[in-house]
């Protein structure tokens, strides 16, 4: 069956920096777009980060700039890398395959 796993969130200082991963099973990863969505505590969840099979990325616009996903598709893994870390910041990130398969989600959360 498919499998998404989130690693790589923790406890971190503003400004500092995180990168999350998602290790894939059970799929065909590197024909699978990947998206990277977060859900803060009482909010709803929303969208950060797409990745298509072919490279090309797309981020939520108030996040540009301090965000960047990649992928090795030779790991079948999907990557987050988070600088400058801002309190508001501080949710569950999921990763999902193909718009249908989520991950657990790794916790984020920044101190000020």
């Known amino acids: 069956q498919v499998q998404l796993v989130e690693s790589g969130g923790g406890l971190v200082q503003a400004g500092g920096s995180l990168r999350l991963s998602c290790a894939a099973s059970?799929?065909?990863?590197?024909?699978?777009?990947m998206d990277w969505y977060r859900q803060a505590p009482g909010k709803q969840r929303e969208f950060v980060a797409r990745?298509?099979?072919?490279?090309?990325?797309n981020y939520a616009d108030s996040l540009k700039g301090r965000f960047t996903i990649s992928r090795d598709n030779a790991k079948n893994t999907l990557y987050l890398q988070i600088n400058n870390l801002k309190p508001e910041d501080t949710a569950v990130y999921y990763c999902?395959?193909?718009?249908?398969?989520w991950g657990q989600g790794t916790q984020v959360t920044v101190s000020s």
């Open positions: 059970g799929i065909i990863f590197s024909i699978n777009a």
């Open positions: 990745i298509t099979s072919g490279g090309s990325t």
């Open positions: 999902r395959a193909g718009s249908r398969f």
